[in-house]
């Protein structure tokens, strides 16, 4: 074909399960798939919406994993994720083989290798596709989608979820890997409003604008990537002196370890604890696999 799809490809038929904040735009996007959407919520309205938007309505999920090959499902936790796949009237009493489900929901890795092999027994597949970039990320069809399971299921949802993703990621070959990956990204992401708090009480004792502060942070996060532009390599290892990211690093650790004896100094003036940068002080440089420097306290 002359775009480069193929035939399974072009002719899987798609359900989606939970139209929410999330799931809805992810579906109106999906819903432009040639090979069709069905759609199922419990909100007949979220349904209407969808069905405007191009989808078809099924009236139970037994119905939509009849008339879908690629299932997405994004609902809130494992005990609904578990209800959707196995219950009563679920996706499996329907779902006939080679079927693909991925799981959306931030449920926990060990929920998605227990649904998994359930659904094996029945020869449908079950991945975990956890979603970074939110609401904002669905909308404008950027979202980040981390894949755990084969390589072959993946590669069968590259064409489709293209409408919904603008990073899809192969997490890797075991179910459960992509939610791992999702757990680490959010422990940076739910980390960092922490960190986030603990500049804005600095700031507000030192008499700045914490508004204006918030501004700084954005913008030059935005040149500079944030935290995430120092997950450079492929391991945490120290780095030994001949490595080329060692003389990369070490300016960067003398830099961030400057500025942050300089903000707890501050801190100490003020009398606000900072424990966040105490702690950042402390790891700085193992952190960043390099060595401090002779005379360091720490």
Partial sequence: MSDGSTPSTKRARLGYVGLGNIGGPMAASLAKWDGGLTVFDISREAMATLVDQGAVAASSLSELAAN??????CVLNDEQVRTVVTGDGGLLETAGPGTIITVHSTISPQTAVDLAATCAAKDVTLLDAPISGGAAGAEQGRLAVMVGGDRASYERLKEPFGLVAGMLVHAG??????TKMKLARNLLHFISFNAAAEASRLAEAAGISITKLGKVVRHTDAITGGAGSIILRDTTAPIEPDDFWYDVLM??????????????????ELAVDLPLAEIARRDFAAGLGVPHLEGDAT
């Fill in 173 to 178: 070959n075991d179910v459960g890997s992509g």
């Fill in 251 to 268: 300016p960067v650790r003398g830099l961030g370890e400057k500025d942050l004896s300089l903000a707890l100094e501050l801190g100490r």
């Fill in 68 to 73: 879908a090959d690629i299932i997405g499902i």
